[in-house]
């Protein structure tokens, strides 16, 4: 009767060598995916988010109104102010803000764009014609931006840094809005980024065009809302 021959012990760790060699070519070749999709889902995150954060500046921008308006201390603010400098941003009235509970209130919004820090942010009031006490309620729209540029065209042609231009005067300086705006925006990952928006004309308020009117009382997809 034959005798059955087993492994030796250098046999044995060389098979064992073996799999461990092929265990941590396995275990890099899995990490490698995970890191790989981390990286594809953290990028497609912050894409969407720039993407959304822009697709809301347009959309206020595109239901922009003549409707002025009067800070907390009763001074009035023009339909649409652009600021240069350290408080750089845009402020306008909006229509468009649907009211489906029927609250007491405009259909008229007025929102604020400016960067804190490196948050690009939205911020909106409940009221057009502000008291002492109204305060804005803040959206978080974009992270990550570390600077931006805004620029306007006037009737004739001519680019301002800030709106309104310095010719037009009284009740003209309240409403008057621009032709369209230039949006450059520096951010940490995606670099500059620039936007021309052309304005529709000056709406009326309370009204809102079909084909931008909103769905909700906030962007579709709401961005992180907080209290100043």
Known sequence: MRRARGFTLLELLIAIALFVLLGLASYRMFDSVLQT??????????????????????????QV????????????????????GDDAGVELSRAGWRNPLGLARAEVQR????????QWQRRYWKVLDQAQDSQPLVQQALDGVT??????????????????????SGEERLSILPQALELLLEHRRYGELRR??????????GAAPA?????SDEPQQPLEVREP
């Open 111 to 118: 929102v604020r764009w400016q960067l804190s820090g490196e």
């Open 211 to 215: 084909a931008v009117a909103d769905q």
């Open 147 to 168: 600077a931006i540029g805004l620029r306007y065209l006037d009737g004739d042609g001519n680019w301002h840094s800030s709106w309104p231009p310095p010719a037009a």
């Open 65 to 84: 109104s003549g409707r002025p308006v009067r800070d907390p201390f009763g001074e009035p603010r023009p339909a649409l102010l652009g600021e240069e």
């Open 196 to 205: 021309l928006l052309r304005l529709t004309d000056a709406l009326p308020e």
């Open 37 to 62: 999709d981390n990286r594809t889902r953290d990028h497609e995150h912050q894409l969407r988010e720039l993407v959304r954060a822009i697709a809301a500046f347009e959309r206020d921008l595109l």
